[in-house]
């Protein structure tokens, strides 16, 4: 790892009233090699990639 393979992402999130009022975000992440499909249903896919 070097700072060529860091990847970041930035965003915003205006938050309801329903989440301010001790509501719950969740967030779905999942990484993936370079070059590595992560859609299981590609024919290309490699699980152990």
């Not at 790892?1 to 860091?6: A, F, I, L, M, V």
């Given at each position: ?6 990847r970041t ?41």
């Open positions: 790892w070097g700072p060529e393979s860091t992402l930035t965003l915003k999130y205006p938050p309801t009233e329903a989440l301010k009022h001790n509501g719950s975000l969740y967030a779905h992440v999942f990484f993936a090699q370079s070059g590595y499909s992560p859609d299981p249903s590609d024919p290309e896919y490699q699980p152990q990639a």
